[in-house]
C-alpha cells in the first residue's frame, strides 16, 4: 500500500519526504490512519546513528494515535473506526518466557521495534511519521475516549517509559519519588507519580520549569545546578527515575537514596558511567535499569491515563518543521512533547 512519510536517508542528513509501500493487511492486521506522532528524543539518537547502525531510509516516530481504517479476516479484538495507538514494538516471538509473561520489551529473540527493526517477513519496520501502518493487532492498543487524541499519542513511548518503572517500583502514597530531568519522559513521570499518590520531587538543571512541575504534580522542585541541593537531600528518597541522556555523576544520584532505595535509568547516555560501589554497598541500595513496557502494561497505563485524565503537555507541528523541533528538543527548548500533525503530510 503506498504510504507517505518523512524518512532520514542518512544519519547526518535532515529528514526529507518520502513515498514507500506498506504491506497489504495479512489476517491478524490492522490498518491504521496515523493522525499524531510524538516526537521521542530515542528518534533523534536513532536517526542520527548514535546507537548503532540503521539501514536508511529510516522514518522514526513510536507515538502512535490513529483510526483503523482496514481489518483482515482474522480480526476480533479492533474494528473499523475505533481510536487506536501503536507504541515502541510492534511484534515479538510470542514463545519465550518474557513474551508469556506480558513482558514482550524483553523478547528472548529481540522485540520487533516500530521502526528500524527486521520484521518476521525479513522487511525493515518504518515508523509512525507516515501516513498509515499495518500492525498486528495484538499490538494495538486502545486509546481511552476521553483524552485528546494529539495530547494522548505520547502516552504510548513517554508514558508508558515512566509508568512501567512507577508502578513496578510501587510508587505511591508514603513513597518520596524524586524525577531527574523534566523533558518530554520526565513531565510524564511528574504526572503519573502523583496520580499514584506518591510525594513527588523534580530534579531540574535549574529553577526555569519550577512553575510547570509545581502545576504538573511536584510538590518539591530543586535545581541540579545548586550544589546545596545534593547536601539538602541526602538519604531523601525511595525512588528515583533518571530519565536525563546526557552523562550525569550517577554516584552523586545515588547518594540521594534512602537505605534500601532504587535509582532506576531509563535516559540512555551516549558513554558509559562509572559507579562507585561504595554508593549502592552504603545503604543497600539498588540502581536498576527499566526498557518500556509490554503490551498488557501499556494499555493498563493508558486506562490509568484515561481515568485520570492525564495526557502530555504538547505543542503541534506540521510536519514541515519536523528539522526544527529536532533542534528543539536537544537544545531542551520543548514544553514538553512535540507531536506531528499528520493531517499536514502532503502527498
Ligand atoms: P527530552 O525531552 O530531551 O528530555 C530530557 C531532559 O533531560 C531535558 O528536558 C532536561 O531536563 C534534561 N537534560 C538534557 N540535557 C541535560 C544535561 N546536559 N544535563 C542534565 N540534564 C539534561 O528527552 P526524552 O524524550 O524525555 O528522552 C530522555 C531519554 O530517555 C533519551 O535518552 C531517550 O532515548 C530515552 N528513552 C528511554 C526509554 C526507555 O524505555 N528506557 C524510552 C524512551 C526514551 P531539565 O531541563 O529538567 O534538566
Ligand atoms: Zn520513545
Same mark, same amino acid.
Given at each position: ?22 504491506r497489504? +493487511?495479512?489476517?491478524?492486521?490492522v ?12 528518534d533523534?539518537?536513532?536517526? $542520527?546513528? /548514535?546507537?548503532g547502525?540503521?539501514t536508511?531510509?529510516?522514518i +522514526?516516530?513510536? =507515538? ?7 481489518v ?16 515502541? %514494538?510492534?511484534?515479538?516471538? $510470542? ?12 523478547? !528472548? ?7 528500524g527493526?527486521?520484521d518476521?517477513?525479513g522487511?525493515?519496520?518504518?515508523g ?34 515512566l509508568?512501567?518503572?512507577l ?5 505511591? +502514597? ?8 523534566m523533558g ?8 503519573i ?5 506518591a ?11 519550577? =512553575? ?27 525512588l ?5 541522556s546526557?552523562? %550525569?555523576?550517577?554516584?552523586?544520584? %545515588? ?12 535516559g540512555?547516555?551516549?558513554? /558509559? ?7 549502592i ?5 539498588s ?10 502494561e501499556t494499555?493498563e ?9 492525564i495526557?502530555?503537555?504538547? =505543542?503541534?507541528? +506540521?510536519?514541515?518543521?519536523?528539522? !526544527?523541533?529536532?533542534e ?6 520543548? $514544553?514538553? $512533547? ?7 503530510l502532503q502527498a
Amino acid at each position: 500500500m503506498k504510504t507517505f512519510g518523512y524518512a532520514a536517508h542518512s544519519g547526518k542528513a535532515p529528514l526529507a519526504p518520502y513515498t514507500f509501500e506498506r504491506r497489504e +493487511p495479512r489476517a491478524n492486521d490492522v490498518v491504521i490512519e496515523i493522525k499524531y506522532c510524538g516526537i521521542c528524543h530515542s528518534d533523534i539518537h536513532t536517526v $542520527r546513528d /548514535e546507537w548503532g547502525a540503521k539501514t536508511y531510509p529510516l522514518i +522514526p516516530g513510536h =507515538e502512535i494515535a490513529g483510526v483503523v481504517t482496514r481489518v483482515g479476516a482474522g480480526v476480533s479484538k479492533h474494528k473499523i473506526g475505533d481510536v487506536v495507538g501503536v507504541g515502541c %514494538l510492534v511484534d515479538s516471538c $510470542r514463545e519465550c518466557s518474557p513474551c508469556k509473561d506480558h513482558l514482550e520489551q524483553f523478547c !528472548e529473540k529481540g522485540m520487533i521495534g516500530t521502526y528500524g527493526s527486521t520484521d518476521k517477513d525479513g522487511t525493515m519496520t518504518q515508523g509512525g511519521y507516515s501516513s498509515q501502518i499495518v500492525v498486528d493487532q495484538d499490538f494495538v492498543l486502545k486509546m481511552p475516549k476521553n483524552l485528546p487524541l494529539d495530547a494522548a499519542a505520547p502516552l504510548l513511548c513517554a508514558g508508558i517509559t515512566l509508568y512501567s518503572p512507577l508502578n513496578h517500583w510501587k510508587a505511591g +502514597p508514603g513513597k518520596k519519588v524524586a524525577i531527574i530531568g523534566m523533558g518530554g519522559l520526565g513531565h510524564m513521570g511528574v504526572k503519573i507519580a502523583a496520580a499514584l499518590g506518591a510525594e513527588v520531587t523534580v530534579l531540574s538543571q535549574s529553577l526555569s520549569k519550577q =512553575e510547570d512541575g509545581k502545576r504538573l504534580g511536584a510538590k518539591h522542585f530543586y535545581a541540579t545546578s545548586d550544589k546545596e541541593t545534593f547536601k539538602k537531600l541526602g538519604g531523601h528518597f525511595d525512588l528515583i527515575i533518571n530519565t536525563v541522556s546526557a552523562n %550525569l555523576d550517577w554516584n552523586q544520584y %545515588l547518594g540521594l537514596l534512602k537505605h534500601d532505595g532504587t535509582m532506576v535509568v531509563v535516559g540512555i547516555p551516549e558513554k /558509559e558511567v562509572p559507579v562507585n560501589a561504595f554508593s549502592i554497598v552504603m545503604g543497600r541500595r539498588s540502581l536498576a535499569g527499566s526498557l518500556i513496557g509490554g503490551i498488557k502494561e501499556t494499555q493498563e497505563m493508558l486506562d490509568f491515563c484515561g481515568k485520570h485524565n492525564i495526557t502530555c503537555d504538547i =505543542e503541534l507541528i +506540521p510536519v514541515s518543521k519536523i528539522n !526544527e523541533a529536532y533542534e528543539r528538543v536537544i537544545k531542551s527548548d520543548v $514544553r514538553y $512533547r512535540f507531536v506531528i500533525d499528520m493531517k499536514t503530510l502532503q502527498a
